[in-house]
T-cell receptor, first 115, second 108 residues
Framework: DTAVSQTPKYLVTQMGNDKSIKCEQNLGHDTMYWYKQDSKKFLKIMFS???????INETVPNRFSPKSPDKAHLNLHINSLELGDSAVYFCASSQGPSGGANRQFFGPGTRLTVL | GIQVEQSPPDLILQEGANSTLRCNFSDSVNNLQWFHQNPWGQLINLFYIPSGTKQNGRLSATTVATERYSLLYISSSQTTDSGVYFC??????????FGAGTTVTVRA
């Protein structure tokens, strides 16, 4: 019955590798997000899709590329991983992108460690 | 962008105590939410409260939008209340900006 799920939960990889994180929501929401939480627990928005359309694209390296095959899924692909990419990545979803519709529900997070 | 400041940064409570967490923001908002990140890392949405007062069990929140602050009250705290509490706001640009959080430790 998980509302927002992410896979994998943990990801340990070498510098220079390419990896993907997958997110799925079964809440019937239109909007999905990727956040990065650093070691000091600061949460920052990376991307957001509304009805499969990219609406937020923060200043992140272009090694990060989101893909939304449908409204229920939002994946994050990372090329040429660097040490500084180590963090916890959270997926979230909301009914809509703004105001009262933008009450966000988070997945369990994916802890990425780059060696 | 909008600035979000939370205070205090850390709070240590004895079980059963009450506490108040504060969130100040620098601009008008159309969305304010409180989250709890438990010690296992899960982020739980506690309240959507752009204005007014809401209660959910031992937790309640008040936002005074005209004065640009929100308060989260924890009453009769329990050890399960430990974790980090985040305030997040949106100001007409779709982006939810998070504060740095208040780390709450409840001791038995």
């Amino acid at each position: 019955d998980t509302a927002v799920s992410q896979t994998p939960k943990y990801l340990v990889t070498q510098m220079g590798n390419d990896k993907s994180i997958k997110c799925e929501q079964n809440l019937g929401h239109d909007t999905m997000y990727w956040y990065k939480q650093d070691s000091k627990k600061f949460l920052k928005i990376m991307f957001s899709y509304n009805n499969k359309e990219l609406i937020i694209n923060e200043t992140v390296p272009n090694r990060f590329s989101p893909k939304s095959p449908d409204k229920a899924h939002l994946n994050l692909h990372i090329n040429s991983l660097e040490l500084g990419d180590s963090a916890v990545y959270f997926c979230a979803s909301s009914q809509g992108p703004s105001g009262g519709a933008n009450r966000q529900f988070f997945g369990p997070g994916t802890r990425l460690t780059v060696l | 962008g909008i600035q979000v400041e939370q205070s205090p940064p850390d709070l240590i409570l004895q079980e059963g105590a009450n506490s108040t967490l504060r969130c100040n923001f620098s601009d008008s908002v159309n969305n304010l939410q409180w989250f709890h990140q438990n010690p296992w890392g899960q982020l739980i949405n506690l309240f959507y409260i752009p204005s007014g007062t809401k209660q959910n069990g031992r937790l309640s929140a008040t936002t005074v939008a005209t004065e640009r602050y929100s308060l989260l009250y924890i009453s009769s705290s329990q050890t399960t209340d430990s974790g980090v509490y985040f305030c997040a706001v949106e100001s007409n640009d779709y982006k939810l900006s998070f504060g740095a959080g208040t780390t709450v430790t409840v001791r038995a």
